[in-house]
């Protein structure tokens, strides 16, 4: 315990003293860029939307990391909030800035997906077996693989028949590699005494699959992490914690994000087929060898707070959705100089406490997830708000209902639909 305390320490003094430590990955957070640098969103941009009212007050901080997890699993994911905006759907079009496609999601609670048009027509919909959708993923082929949250992984053709199951602790996020290898996010249910002398820990691992759904290989990221450089920024419980043998509340790393990296990263650390994830109890995105066990980068605390989705663009950079702890923002940056190229960082109105994501659109837009409150944005490279989107599904206590992700997709890669259409 006093080497873990050492090394904790010798982690921190890395932080503050910009390299030392956990170096170029953890460094100390960069000045900031000037607004040219970074373009955030315009004043009036922020009048789009009406303020709205979190089911759930804030409260401060804790400076302690472990006592910043145990608050982070008490909070659980709020299903939405009260919002003072009485219409729904598309709010704003601007259809010559927006970038057309059809925007496929799901919402909090529902079991099923839809895929709509740019003014919030329907153009598919799926529906499951009843358990809700806690993520889905939208194939070229009309198929959906959808967690079913601690339950399983499922796999639906384009008229929601199911074609296969895997059962496991599944949560968060899937990721589909170029061959059809199918990457998923589940839990564990352990004891470590490593990181706690009794008390039972809900670890990570990565499991993989064939695309018919046959179990290939999981991956421990709990040991992973344990194994690494970066071991001393797994949170320290207190004693006292996890007491109860028939609770799972200590929740280390909370991954909840995967994705496959493809080819051709300059970067030999971002080689194909490692993972990128990111867990929000330890504030870090990380690339992992699922080979090797390695993880040979990281970026962490100084620079994220309780980020969700950070995705490699074609341009090798990140785009990541970096929730903090008052306000949120999205951030492109260089995964090797840390350097920012590009954040929208509304100065009050844009926050996502819990979920959050973002997509690099083709004529340059980003496609925000504000997840929380069931809002879907499109902003320019200049912040300007082109189209918004107000989930029209509502929860029993009137809340508009979170919605996990949006992502927007060009008509002709979706073949299904004009195959639907031609079929008699």
Known sequence: ???????????????????????????????????????????????????????????????????????????????????????????????????????????????????????????????????????????????VLALEKDKRVVRVDRESNELWSYEALVHHDLSVGDDGRIYVLSRTKTLDRDLHPHGRLRGDEVIVLSPDGKLLSRVDVVAAMQRSPYEALLPLFDRRDGKKQDTWLLDPLHTNHIEVIGPGHPDPRFAADRVLLSMRNIDSVLVLDLVTGEIPWLIGPSFLKYQHHPVLLDSHRILVFDNGRKRSRVVEFDPVTREIHWAYAPKKGFFSRTRGSNQRLANGNTLITESDKGYVLEVTPSGERVWVFANPTFGDEGERSAIWRMTRFDPAALGFLTEAATTP
């Open 1 to 143: 315990m006093i080497s873990r305390l050492l090394a904790r320490s010798a982690v921190v003094r890395g932080i503050a003293l910009a390299g030392v430590g956990l170096g170029v990955a953890c460094g100390s957070e960069p000045a900031s860029p000037s607004a040219d640098a970074i373009p955030t969103a315009r004043p009036q941009a922020q009048e789009i939307l009406p303020a709205t009212a979190p089911k759930e007050a804030d409260s401060d901080e804790p400076q302690d990391k472990a006592a910043d997890v145990k608050r982070l699993e008490t909070l659980g994911y709020i299903s939405g909030v009260v919002d003072t905006e009485t219409r729904s759907g598309v709010l704003l079009h601007d259809d010559t800035r927006a970038h057309p496609g059809l925007n496929f999601y799901n919402s909090r609670y529902d079991s099923g997906a839809q895929l709509i048009d740019m003014t919030g027509k329907v153009v598919h919909r799926w529906t499951g077996s009843g358990a809700a959708w806690q993520h889905a993923e939208l194939l070229p082929t009309g198929e």
